[in-house]
């Protein structure tokens, strides 16, 4: 991570896993909605907001690898939301348990790195 300090850099995976997030979910609206060009029109649109994922989580001079577990903490923590606020599933006491596993999973990477 030359030159970026550690906001910079989890402000830059917090905006990947926004990107990724919000791609997939738009992408999956298209899937579910009726009308050739509300499709097409969600799927291009899902196609450049997961394009714009993989440009801001690759063009950072870093190790990815290594940043990886706190990019799943922010990866899960915004699914939920978006599956909650954007498609009315709520999480479930399996998902709340298995999520507090990975946000854990998550703080020991980023902590003993």
Known sequence: MPGMNRATVVLILLLA??????????????????GLLPKVLLFLLGAGVL????????????DFGRLLGLYVVFFFVIAQLIAWLAFGQMPTLARICG???????????AWFQ
């Open 17 to 34: 896993a926004l990107l990724e997030v919000g791609g997939d979910a738009i992408v999956r609206a298209g899937l579910h909605r009726t």
């Open 51 to 62: 394009f714009s994922y993989g440009y801001a989580v690759n063009a950072p001079a870093w």
């Open 99 to 109: 999520g507090a596993l990975i946000v854990a999973g998550g703080v020991v990477i």
